[in-house]
């Protein structure tokens, strides 16, 4: 059996009652790259919500490497090798695409580091090289607010990739994309998952099947289904979950 | 750092307006404070500009806090008046052992309360409070002056900032911040000097304050100091730390996210604000001669909120440019037609706001964004 | 006595807030120029006084209620017209919006300075408010501050009928819950925002009237109470009326034990130290309600 990077177990969280998450197990192997898919309201951010540590869980326990990270804070998260980007794009809009890889690189995090650093050729050629890996390589000097929303997707993306995380966090990463974005952002995302872990939030089944490996299937805070694709979407509770009675 | 590859290099090295102006804006303050109105300006002038440039440093710390950093900070009053009052301490403790000094001191000794400041005589305190002690020595006043403030200052705010408590929240209590200061200066007369303040000193280390001289080498020591923390400003701005305050303005969750810890970041620099504050009010009291609690509560600490807004919330040159500009508006105002002031800085409250956002140094941008258009045309 | 003095207190303290709650609590306006509203609705209780004195002395014992209704309707319609031609343009800028109430709470300050008085007026006191209640022997309670106590218990309670009761207090928190929502289904969100601010500014005015009972008036007087005020609203929870009703009563007390052991002065410092404190532990406010986020 493969090494797991993330394990998930019986992860819960309720709102005043609510169970938006409910007794969930989940379990990421080392190079595996996940689809989680589920009917809207099934839990799916909030799940990545807890791993990352933008919300706390009400009880259950998240093993990423062995390390426990319901108790750390978002920031600590981030540097121990998780990276997230959100649903909606969230970029540094008053920053150039330049400055947005920038602050993303993972050295020199505290105050007087950030003070003195400089950027060394190595940095630039991680940035250049991360710019031209999301298509964004002549947009260096721009500010981040006036990218398209696909654009403004891509560079959180690249943003992450600065960040050089174990484990890449995407939430709905082609949502108001054109196809012709979804198709370069499947080659992307199969490119970057060469040595390192992503969960992929996504509703669009066909990009779903163009990159998972495996898929998880989340309906109303529980755990649903997991398997490949085929599997699952041969599944008969997942097929009434999605058709309806 | 800009020449290591040109494909970066080139869209940075097209200035933007603003970069450019600030550039304009330095020769042109630096040559306006240290040659025209050093020559311009009798000495009496020269005082009241130099007392504007003291608050003009608590402006160039609203700039980095409130307009790079998203604080609106309504408690800077609170760490002018700490520096004013430590420096103050100090001024008063000297004229106090010296009884040709000031006629206070004079008097007091007469009623027995040698090496005594005055006003603690006439409130019947005896003994000098211990925390008063320390500021016999210049070697005690001046670091405390450098370090209290901003370590307070640190302290309370990573508090806060880790609760994440941000926006008006953290104006409302800082507001109440200087509220509190205020009135406790107020109420404790015998040990503050309450609402008429510490005055009545002349000398510092032995050098006579009052004569010409003295208040020209103070000016022009003010001067080199603003336009040094200015250029401190400038650095934090330009380096990495100053990108991640505008990221941390706009998108502070994002910041979690990118591995940084937001609230030692927005402590780190309120606590440089708080610094240049307390700098400020020690340099204003040593050349007007007074420390007050009319320049610590929430008038005064709102009022330095619309120097930096004057000159453009997100221009270091431009909150020292607006300190002048509105300091000098409000003498000629008190000299000619008094009544009216509180019209003209209120209007200006709004008009600023809602026309000016971004202030002069906007305005400027502006205007030469727009020339650029025409000629590009 | 010391109860009570904590519950008159307490009253003017809710007076004050009450109006700041809907203001601030419920459309998150900041304004700073609260107070001198407060010394509006003061300002316009005297001139009914001074009306009342020159020609209706012979009603002078009512020109109190006539006060206090006026001064809710000239506050309001100031309020209002405030709302049209500075705060709409702000609400997306909070921190802006302070910066200008603060302004227009300088112009206010000085025109009631310039065109009123710039030494501090009284109003002349009702016979029928003279005097005190003599409950039990040693314990007197003046007339004028159970005024107050029984106006400012009116008062909320109108508030509260009125944001839970009515179709337009049913508008009110639709808009400022969620706005976009509200919208669609049909509300003028723009006239629900003018005419909810109106109503802050109107209790501010109740609360200037009923002060005149206590205190002079001056231009600086509602400078004085601002910080206050504010306190009150965020030590309550900012989102809750009923938060904000008893942070004033906390504080109102707090602030009569204080005075008992040192000046007043002092203890409105050491309030505000522990308000800060308080809040550092529950950034929230006290009685904030829990809300999903």
């Not at chain 1, 009400?58 to 540097?79: A, C, H, P």
């Not at chain 2, 440039?53 to 002018?80: E, N, T």
């Not at chain 2, 606590?271 to 420390?291: P, Y």
């Not at chain 3, 001056?218 to 004085?224: A, I, L, M």
């Amino acid at each position: 059996m493969a090494q797991m990077i993330l394990e998930v177990e019986d992860l819960t969280v309720s709102f005043d009652g609510f169970k938006a998450v409910d007794g969930v197990n989940f379990y990421v192997e080392q190079d595996e790259l996940r689809c989680v898919i589920g009917p809207n309201g099934a839990g799916k951010t909030t799940l990545l919500d807890m791993i990352c540590g933008k919300t706390k869980p009400t009880s259950g326990t998240i093993k990423f490497n062995r390390r426990e990270l319901s108790e750390m804070l978002e920031y600590q998260i981030t540097r121990a090798g998780v990276g997230r980007k959100f649903q909606n794009p969230s970029v540094y809009e008053d920053l150039t695409v330049l400055e947005n890889l920038e602050i993303s690189y993972p050295r020199k995090r505290n105050v007087l580091g950030s003070l003195f650093f400089r950027r060394s050729s190595e940095i630039q050629g991680k940035i250049e090289s991360v710019a031209h890996q999301i298509y964004l390589g002549d947009s260096l000097g721009m500010k981040a607010g006036l990218l398209s929303h696909g654009q403004k997707q891509w560079l959180e993306i690249g943003m992450l990739l600065m960040q050089d995380p174990e484990l890449l966090l995407l939430d709905e990463p082609v949502a108001g994309m054109s196809p012709r974005e979804r198709e370069q952002t499947a080659v992307l995302l199969n490119a970057i998952s060469k040595g390192r872990s992503i969960v992929v939030i996504e509703h669009d089944m066909a990009f779903v099947r163009m990159i998972a490996h495996k898929v998880t299937v989340l309906h109303q805070g529980k755990l649903l289904a997991e398997g490949t694709m085929d599997q699952v979407q041969s599944d008969e509770r997942v097929i009434e979950v999605y058709l309806g009675h | 750092m800009e020449n290591v590859l040109p494909a970066a290099a080139a869209p940075a090295a097209k200035k933007s307006p603003l970069a450019l102006m600030e550039r304009w804006g330095w020769l042109i303050l630096a040559v306006l404070l240290l040659v025209v109105l050093p020559l311009w300006l009798d000495v009496f002038r020269l005082t009241l500009a130099a007392k504007y440039l003291s608050l003009g440093f608590c402006a160039v710390g609203l700039v980095l806090i409130w307009g790079y950093g998203g604080i609106l900070s309504l408690g800077q009053g609170v760490f002018f008046g700490l520096g004013s009052y430590m420096m103050a301490m100090f001024l008063k403790l000297e004229a106090a052992s010296n009884p040709d000094s000031s006629s206070g001191t004079a008097l007091s000794a007469f009623f027995g309360g040698e090496g005594m400041p005055d006003f603690m005589v006439w409130n019947s305190v005896e003994v000098l409070p211990w925390w008063w002690e320390p500021f016999h020595h210049v070697g005690f006043t001046i670091p405390a002056i450098l370090l209290i403030p901003a370590l307070s200052a640190f302290v309370f705010s990573y508090a806060v900032f880790r609760k994440r408590v941000g926006g008006v929240y953290f104006s409302i209590i800082t507001l109440a911040l200087s509220a509190i200061l205020a009135i406790m200066i107020i109420g404790q007369q015998g040990y503050t000097g309450g609402v008429n303040g510490i005055n009545d000193f002349r000398t510092f280390m032995g050098l006579d304050l009052n004569n010409d001289k003295a208040k020209h080498v103070m000016y022009f020591i003010t001067v080199v100091t603003l336009l040094g923390v200015v250029g401190i400003g400038t650095f934090i701005l330009r380096s990495r730390l100053g990108k991640i305050l505008v990221a941390i303005r706009d998108r502070e969750d994002r910041v979690r996210f990118s591995g940084y810890d937001p609230a030692m970041f927005k402590a780190f620099i309120y606590a440089v604000a708080a610094l240049f504050s307390a700098i400020g009010g020690a340099l204003f009291t040593i050349q007007v001669g007074l420390a007050s609690p009319s320049l610590v509560g929430i008038v005064p600490s709102v009022e330095m909120v619309i120097y930096a807004a004057v000159g453009g919330r997100l221009s270091l040159i431009g909150a020292v440019y607006g300190s002048l500009i509105v300091g000098s508006a409000k003498t000629l105002f008190s000299e000619n037609f008094v009544e009216y002031w509180m019209y003209f800085i209120g209007g200006l409250f709004v008009f600023v706001v809602m026309f000016l956002p971004e202030g002069l140094a906007g305005l400027l941008a502006r205007l030469r964004e727009g020339k650029n258009r025409r000629e590009n045309v | 006595m010391q109860a009570f003095t904590g519950l008159s207190i307490f009253t003017i303290l809710m007076l004050m807030a009450l109006g700041l709650a809907i203001v601030f609590g419920l459309m998150g306006v900041i304004n700073m120029a609260h107070g001198e509203l407060m010394a509006m609705g003061a300002y316009t209780t005297f001139g009914v006084a001074q009306f009342f004195k020159a020609f209706l002395p012979g009603l002078m014992s009512i020109y109190v209620i006539v006060g206090i209704v006026l001064a809710f309707i000239v506050t309001s319609i100031f309020g209002f017209l405030l709302e049209r031609g500075l705060i709409r343009f702000l609400y997306k800028r909070p921190l802006d919006t302070l910066l200008a109430t603060w302004g227009i709470s300088l112009i206010l300050q000085q025109v009631y300075r310039q065109f009123i008085d710039s030494r501090e007026v009284e109003v002349p006191t009702v016979s029928w408010l003279q005097g005190a209640w003599q409950m039990t022997e040693g314990v007197t309670l003046p007339l004028s501050r159970l005024f107050i106590v029984g106006l400012a218990i009116a008062t909320a309670f109108l508030v509260y009928m009125l944001l839970f009761r009515t179709r337009w207090g049913l508008r009110i928190r639709a808009v400022t819950q969620n706005r976009a929502m509200a919208g669609a289904a049909g509300i003028d969100t723009r006239r629900v925002d003018s005419f909810t601010f109106a109503l802050g500014c109107g209790l501010a005015g109740i609360a200037g009237s009923s002060f005149t009972m206590l205190a002079s008036t001056g231009p600086t007087t509602g400078q004085q109470y601002i910080v206050d005020t504010f306190i009150v609203v965020v030590f309550g929870g900012v989102e809750s009326l009923l938060g904000t009703i008893l942070s004033a009563f906390i504080i109102g007390q707090m602030q009569s034990w204080f005075e008992y052991g040192m000046s007043g002065s002092m203890a409105r410092a050491s309030i505000l130290a522990l308000v800060i404190l308080v809040l550092y532990f529950r950034p929230n406010g006290l009685f904030a309600a829990k809300v999903r986020r």
